[in-house]
């Protein structure tokens, strides 16, 4: 089966550095994206990584291991606006993007 | 501002009254998603079109339809809502043309089941 798995929740203190990782088993890859969520809105695009390495992006840089099955998402300098979901997802080789159920963080001051 | 729009952004329905939630796209992308989302759960994808061909998920109940009448505009149509249909609806578009398909995701429809 396709599997894509976070932790549920983190949490960070403002200005701190936090290291959300994902990692996923699917039948081939098309490339991972992160999209951010927040709380009653819809997915907004972060990063996408289809070769190993780091892609860097500003604050949403993104890294990627396929042998590992294996990326994580650095986030730097948190402010209050970054608590949200953080949701990976994996494109299949049907290019269906399969979906992990995304990690909580919580920012506090 | 090229854009993913539904409508309405919040709806409440009966149990068992149809219900159309309508998404609009100004990307002109050939693929268009319905997805549906649960509190801390995944978007869970229901169907979607690729240009007019309709592929729909192999566990998306019968009770969910859908319509893509031009390249713009893309219905869900839940013809008997339960109480576990209550969720957020969202609508995505991307381009398959060219890496990476980005998905553009509109708003979402927050559907209230009474």
């Known amino acids: 089966g396709q599997n894509i798995d976070q932790p549920t929740e983190m949490t960070a203190t403002e200005g701190a550095i936090v290291q959300i990782n994902c990692t996923y088993q699917?039948?081939?890859?098309?490339?991972l994206f992160w999209y951010q969520q927040h709380a009653g809105e819809a997915p907004t695009f972060l990063s996408y990584?289809?070769l190993d390495g780091l892609e860097e992006k500003g604050r949403f840089s993104s890294f990627l291991s396929r042998s590992k099955g294996y990326s994580y998402l650095p986030l730097k300098e948190l402010q209050m606006k970054d608590s949200a979901s953080y949701l990976c997802?994996?494109?299949?080789?049907?290019?269906?993007?399969?979906w992990g159920a995304g990690t909580k963080l919580i920012i506090k001051p | 501002d090229a854009m993913v729009i539904q409508n309405p952004r919040y709806q409440v329905t009966q149990f068992g009254k149809p219900v159309t939630l309508s998404c609009s796209q100004t990307?002109?992308?050939?693929?268009m998603y319905w997805y549906q989302q649960k509190s801390s759960q995944a978007p869970k994808l229901l169907f979607h079109?690729?240009?007019?061909?309709?592929?729909n998920e192999a566990d998306t109940p019968d009770n969910f339809q859908s319509r893509r009448p031009n390249t713009s505009f893309c219905f869900l149509d839940i013809r008997s809502p339960g109480l576990g249909d209550a969720a957020m609806y969202l609508c995505?578009?991307?381009?398959?043309?060219?890496?990476?398909?980005?998905?553009?995701f509109g708003p979402g429809t927050r559907l209230t089941v009474t």
């Open positions: 079109y690729y240009d007019k061909d309709f592929n």
């Open positions: 990307l002109n992308h050939n693929v």
């Open positions: 997802a994996v494109m299949d080789s049907n290019y269906q993007l399969i």
């Open positions: 990584n289809v």
């Open positions: 699917t039948s081939g890859f098309n490339g």
């Open positions: 995505a578009t991307s381009q398959k043309t060219g890496a990476p398909y980005e998905q553009y």
